[in-house]
């Protein structure tokens, strides 16, 4: 295998990487944020109030995103076997 080839490599995981996880940090994301902004605004500093709604939100999302999840990794390992069977 040769450094080019090994760099496509590498890229497509990489953005196989981001693509699989950004939907689970999104709603992370969202949730934080808007949990933050209900503390700001209610003066509620209650550390389990962030992580309790957190992980709850996160949880669902899997249920609903894991579909997407495996079908990207699906993609990415078919590429990888196809360029192993291929020879490059």
Known sequence: MTGPEV???????????????APLMLVGLAVGVAISLFQALTQIQEMTLVFVPKILAMFVAMLLVLPFMAD????????????IIHGG
């Open 72 to 83: 990207s990794l699906q993609g990415h390992m078919m590429r990888i076997s196809a360029r």
């Open 7 to 21: 760099l496509d490599v590498a890229r497509d995981a990489i953005i196989t990487l981001v693509i699989v996880s």
